[in-house]
Nanobody
Framework: QVQLVESGGGLVQAGDSLRLSCAASGGTFSNYAMGWFRQAPGKEREFVAA????????DYTDSVKGRFTISRDGAKNTVYLQMNSLKPEDTAVYYC?????????????????WGQGTQVTVSS
């Protein structure tokens, strides 16, 4: 059983940066592709970014390309989401997820484990 704990959310102004962290435990971190998803009030959960188990393949939703960067640190069993040039439309609860799959999957249904989420609020 893999446990995921997100941190790093907060209230920032448009144009600011935040780095989210997701610490994994209870499994072999290097076996899992990792993803970030977000859910805004009244909207469905959406894919943000994913990284393969080896950290060699990344994928992003179009709205964050060039602004967000996903990375992972095997020594710390942690995946990060560096978010720059934040916009009010980035406001959401951000979730970390783990999938025992190859590649950098976009679909929430293939992820086996989820964190509790961390709130990101971007004011205009």
């Amino acid at each position: 059983q893999v446990q995921l704990v997100e941190s790093g959310g907060g209230l920032v102004q448009a144009g600011d940066s935040l780095r989210l962290s997701c610490a994994a435990s209870g499994g072999t971190f290097s076996n899992y592709a990792m993803g970030w998803f977000r859910q805004a009030p009244g909207k469905e959960r959406e894919f943000v970014a994913a990284i393969s188990s080896a950290g060699t393949s990344m994928d992003y939703t179009d709205s964050v390309k060039g602004r967000f960067t996903i990375s992972r640190d095997g020594a710390k069993n942690t995946v990060y989401l560096q978010m720059n040039s934040l916009k009010p439309e980035d406001t959401a609860v951000y979730y970390c997820a783990a999938a025992r799959l190859g590649g950098s999957p976009r679909y929430a249904s293939v992820y086996n484990y989820w964190g509790q989420g961390t709130q990101v609020t971007v004011s205009s």
